[in-house]
């Protein structure tokens, strides 16, 4: 690779990793919403004939009518059985626009609980991100932290008053974030910082704990919680003897999300891991694959400390928001390199961020080999198990994909993470449920109230997947790129699913104009390049 692109990389991972810290100023925010872009609110909105999916783990029903009002459901009619004619006369009227939703799915809108935003160099323009999320379906997104402090409150109210196409944005942030006092050094100024940011319209906070003092975890989450702020926390290997996921538990903490903290949690015969001698931290390759030693490490399924790790999570009511898509590649990273939709809407500096670099976060493909994909095969399994024995105790795991590293792209990397619930064993509405309930309720359940979308109920905003393909049957068809189906007619295959509307906050959003505009993108920023826009992205 010539320095210059070395270069190149190094910047584009220098940048996204001072990005969520606001240490970069030159992102581009969302683009203002074009007059052409999203038809709605209006003041009465049909959609006639669906079958719904309403997320709160019933059955799916229909033909249903659902009337919505601006932005809120104000009737959810089931208006006929399935083979017969609906007797017209009986179905809600009066309507300023309708949608012909015969045959078709609708599901509440997706929420994803684990979302950054990215930014230049990476992928410059946030609406590159909001674009690949309204086209699968997501119409929230918590992020943790979004992006910079100042820029993530200011996308959070265009958003909320629907001047750019984006999901709604539930804003986290990390602890010394935004304020000019310096790191948190002491209780009472972790406790200020809280107040201060609480003040600026922070929602929620988001622990890295490598550099966070127990003291200072449980006096922020302390405070968080008395002010109904949510909390989360990476739990990360640097710190993880001192703040496991069951110490995090017991200190109050919302939720975790990845893994880390898990398995440590219950270690069999060592208090710290037993790292490789020469393991070095600042070595991706190190960190990520030693990491799956866990497995081996850790008490077994069914073991008396295992269930107790289980029953005290349900006792504390912990969400656990696992983010496996951006594990997945350790297991198969052939797969994840050649994933369908890299050439067509992955940008070319996207390509660059993901490319093995010693100095990019996530890109520590120095040597990845068989080896490995064999010891994260197995962390999986033990992983997925615990997973699964949580979510049938009652436990409420919630959808989240941390795309924009590791060959996950935005969009694409959450519907993933449904597809790897299932492999965790929730049935298919169970994965709804995480994927809409479940997250609404994480972020809403600390504050006393009841979350306003989630569900298609009256009274609930108007976030809304519509397609024309169950995805109860086959989880693809929500991706962008759609599944792959024999057409018997033709004895050809042929391209079935990908979402055909996505509403937000009552406005009707086509998400296969939204992938084009994608496409464009990245043609664009190719010829920027001096590339032919139609070629694949290069391989090594």
């Not at 030159?26 to 074009?34: A, H, K, S, Y």
Request: proline share 6%.
């Amino acid at each position: 690779m010539p320095s210059r692109h070395i270069l190149r990389t190094s910047l584009f991972a220098l940048a996204t990793l001072l990005l969520p810290f606001g240490l970069l100023g030159q992102t581009v925010p969302g683009q203002d919403r074009g007059a052409d872009e999203g038809d709605g609110p209006y003041d009465r909105l049909i959609i006639r004939g669906a079958i719904v999916i309403d997320g709160t783990g019933a059955p799916p029903a229909g033909p249903t009518d659902i009337v919505i009002e601006g932005n809120r459901i104000v009737q959810v009619q089931t208006v006929g059985y399935p083979g017969v004619d609906i007797n017209e006369d009986a179905r809600p009227d009066g309507a300023d626009h309708e949608i012909d939703a015969h045959g078709m799915y609708v599901l509440p809108g997706f929420i994803d609980n684990h979302a950054h935003a990215g930014g230049a160099p990476k992928n410059p323009e946030l609406s590159y991100a909001y674009k690949l999320w309204l086209a699968h379906g997501v119409t929230t997104v918590r992020g943790v932290a979004l992006t910079g402090f100042d820029l993530s409150l200011e996308e959070q109210a265009r958003s909320e008053a629907n001047e750019i196409v984006a999901p709604r944005i539930v804003n986290y942030q990390r602890p010394s974030s935004g304020w000019d006092r310096g790191t948190i050094d002491s209780p009472e100024m972790g406790r200020e910082w809280v107040r201060w940011a609480h003040e600026q319209g922070v929602e929620g906070i988001k622990f890295h704990t490598h550099a966070m003092e127990p003291h200072l975890f449980e006096a922020i989450v302390d405070e968080a919680n008395e002010l109904g702020m949510g909390t989360t926390a990476h739990l990360s290997q640097p710190r993880v003897t001192h703040m496991n996921a069951r110490d995090a538990a017991r200190a109050g903490l919302t939720g975790m999300t990845h893994f880390y903290g898990l398995l440590e949690s219950l270690m069999k015969d060592h208090q710290i891991q037993p790292y490789r001698l020469d393991y070095n931290y600042q070595n991706e390759q190190h960190r990520f694959a030693q990491v799956a030693d866990l497995w081996r490490l850790s008490y077994d399924r069914g073991s008396d400390a295992w269930n107790e790790l289980i029953d005290e999570f349900i006792e504390l009511d912990f969400f656990i928001n696992p983010t496996m898509t951006i594990y997945e590649a350790n297991r198969d990273v052939m797969r994840s390199r050649e994933a369908e939709w890299h050439d067509r809407y992955t940008l070319p500096s996207m390509w660059d961020f993901y490319t093995p670099d010693r100095r990019a976060h996530g890109s520590y493909w120095f040597y990845w080999g068989t080896e490995e994909e064999a010891e994260w095969r197995a962390f999986y399994r033990k992983w997925m198990d615990f997973l699964q024995d949580y979510h049938r105790a009652g436990g409420r795991l919630t959808a989240g994909a941390d795309a924009g590293f590791i060959y996950k792209n935005y969009g694409f990397g959450y519907i993933e993470e449904l597809e790897l619930l299932r492999e965790v064993g929730l049935h298919p509405l169970e994965v709804i449920q995480s994927a809409t309930l479940y997250p609404a309720q994480e972020i809403y359940e600390v504050r006393g109230e009841q979350p306003p979308m989630g569900s298609i109920e009256v009274g609930k905003l108007a976030d809304l997947v519509i397609l024309d393909e169950n995805p109860l049957e086959n989880l693809k068809v929500l991706y962008g790129t759609g599944a792959v189906k024999l057409d018997d007619d033709t004895g050809q295959p042929t391209r079935v699913g990908g979402i055909v509307y996505t509403v937000k906050d009552g406005i009707i959003y086509d998400a296969r104009q939204l992938l084009e505009d994608v496409a464009e993108m990245v043609r664009q920023q190719k010829i920027e390049r001096g590339m032919d826009p139609d070629a694949p992205l290069p391989r090594y």
